[in-house]
């Protein structure tokens, strides 16, 4: 008999007599009623076991977590909470899980307690679901580019350039650091290194992508970065994947509006093709939701959240613009903000990001042309000399999802601009001849991609929308 599993099963069932599944324990109740499931969706088959006729044994080993292959007839279900089950004609054990050592349980873990044992959480209802998202979502990524021509370039993870700048780097060598080789200035010397120079894992493809915008016109990067930063947030991983566009003669509205398109795009696609999942954990969600007091219970569900997205315009606001309503808002004057907004040019904090897109706007929000002072050395300046071509995307409950710009095309600007943050000019000899050779108005963006997930989910720690998160003090597994 066939192996059939269980989405296929569960999505046109008029097609299976008898079956053979195979799949992981998540209950066994009264010695007759298995529920399994083997991952590929979020639903459960209940399993109605013979237990006058089954051998005793192999009762004692249908425990929570253990592997079974069931074969059986497809039948009706009388019960509730299920319109199919199978009626267990033989049944093998395929790989035993001792209950008094199988830590995930038939009841509700704590995602903390998950974490620990992050090996065996892709066993639970809500992980698989995320993960599954997750894959679909990557999937459409790159669908949405690769209908638009984009060409997927794989820029690299080891990087010589510690000129990005946009966050802390690990650095990567195989010096030995109980007695590394030390130079005529006393520093380490890393022309003994592996690559004769200082490297670091990548923090953006971005600069790199650039090069390739700049042959094969619109490119895309999607994968690992790394960030070094020691911050603990539920919103950070030191390790994540990146989605970054780059684009020839496109401005920063074409920017914009490409990343609009992109996210509505992802967010649709789901909407469509995991709307089991979805409704999983939007179900889930309201439980939740529901144990909290009424005063502090979110406005939409997740499936409502998604929509909102998908059909309503990105509001778009210059920086100034943001500065004016954040100043005039109740709670700056009120002093109720940890950093009160005083005057332009500071940078925006996560709280008021948050006004902004929850309490002003209600909606995503794209903020640009920011001040220079507190952007990349690489966004393009504008008339006034004071703001660049940079955009951020402010997500509800995320915050930044996408952090873009215009980049400087002009070779003089660029140079000035490099000198004046005192960045080492010859680390970025190859960046600079772009601009030598055929430069073109260029834009591109990074969409940090568990943040998305963390959206696309309802999940509120970034640590639980990627197989094995790194954060500080945090890469077991
Ligand atoms: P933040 O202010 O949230 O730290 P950033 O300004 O450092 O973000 P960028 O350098 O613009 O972010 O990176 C592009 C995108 O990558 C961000 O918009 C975000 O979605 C994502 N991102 C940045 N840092 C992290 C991180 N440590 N973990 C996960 N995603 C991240
Ligand atoms: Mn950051």
Request: charged letters at 30%.
């Amino acid at each position: 008999m066939r192996h059939i599993r269980l989405a296929e099963l569960l999505d046109q069932p008029e097609k299976f007599e008898t079956v053979t599944v195979k799949g992981w324990v998540r209950t066994f109740r009264a010695n007759r009623f298995i529920a399994l499931n083997d991952g590929s969706t979020s639903e459960n088959l209940q399993c109605v076991v013979d237990f006058e006729n089954t051998d005793e044994k192999i009762l004692r080993k249908i425990n929570t977590g253990a592997a079974l292959e069931i074969s059986g007839k497809l039948v009706e279900s009388a019960g509730k909470g299920q319109s199919l089950e199978i009626v267990v004609a033989t049944i093998q054990i395929v790989g035993e899980a001792d209950p008094d050592f199988y830590p995930i349980q038939p009841k509700k873990h704590s995602f903390e307690f998950l974490r620990e044992k992050a090996h065996l959480r892709a066993r639970t209802a809500t992980f698989s679901a995320v993960m599954r998202i997750r894959s679909v979502l990557s999937f459409a990524i790159h669908q949405f580019f690769q209908d638009k021509g984009f060409c997927y370039v794989h820029t690299p993870i080891i990087t010589g350039s510690n000129a990005e700048g946009a966050g802390e780097m690990f650095r990567v060598s195989v010096l030995d650091p109980k007695n590394p080789p030390i130079d005529t200035d006393g520093k380490v010397d890393f022309k003994q290194d592996f690559f004769g120079k200082e490297t670091n894992l990548t923090v953006s493809g971005q600069l790199e992508a650039e090069t390739y915008a700049q042959g094969l016109g619109n490119v895309y990067t999607f994968g690992p970065t790394f960030r070094a930063e020691n911050s603990n947030t539920s919103r950070h991983l030191a390790e994540f994947w990146m989605i970054e566009p780059e684009m020839a003669f496109c401005e920063l509205e074409d920017n914009m509006d490409l990343s609009e398109e992109f996210i509505k795009y992802a967010l649709k696609y789901i909407l469509e093709k995991c709307d089991k999942d979805l409704s999983f954990l939007d179900q889930r969600l309201a439980n939740d939701e529901k144990k909290k007091p009424k005063n502090q219970r979110s406005p939409m569900g997740l499936l409502e959240k998604i929509n909102f997205v998908v059909y309503n315009e990105f509001k778009r606001i210059t920086y100034t613009e943001a500065i004016d309503i954040l100043k005039n808002s109740k709670p700056n004057k009120k002093k109720k903000f940890d950093y009160v907004v005083e005057e332009w040019g500071a940078d925006l904090q996560s709280e008021h990001e948050r006004y902004l897109v929850e309490k002003h706007f209600d909606a995503p929000v794209i903020l640009y042309d920011y001040p220079a002072k507190i952007k990349a050395f690489y966004m393009r300046m504008n008339e006034d000399q004071k703001t660049v071509r940079a955009m951020d995307i402010l997500f509800p409950g995320i915050g930044e999802i996408v952090g873009g710009s215009q980049r400087e095309e002009r070779i003089e600007v660029l140079e000035r601009r490099i000198a004046e943050l005192g960045i080492d000019k010859e680390d970025l000899w190859w960046y600079l001849d772009l601009r030598r050779f055929g430069s073109t108005p260029h834009s591109g963006f990074g969409l940090g991609f568990e943040r998305l997930v963390l959206f696309a989910t309802g999940m509120s720690n970034i640590r639980d929308v990627i197989p094995f998160p790194r954060t500080p003090q945090n890469a077991s597994f």
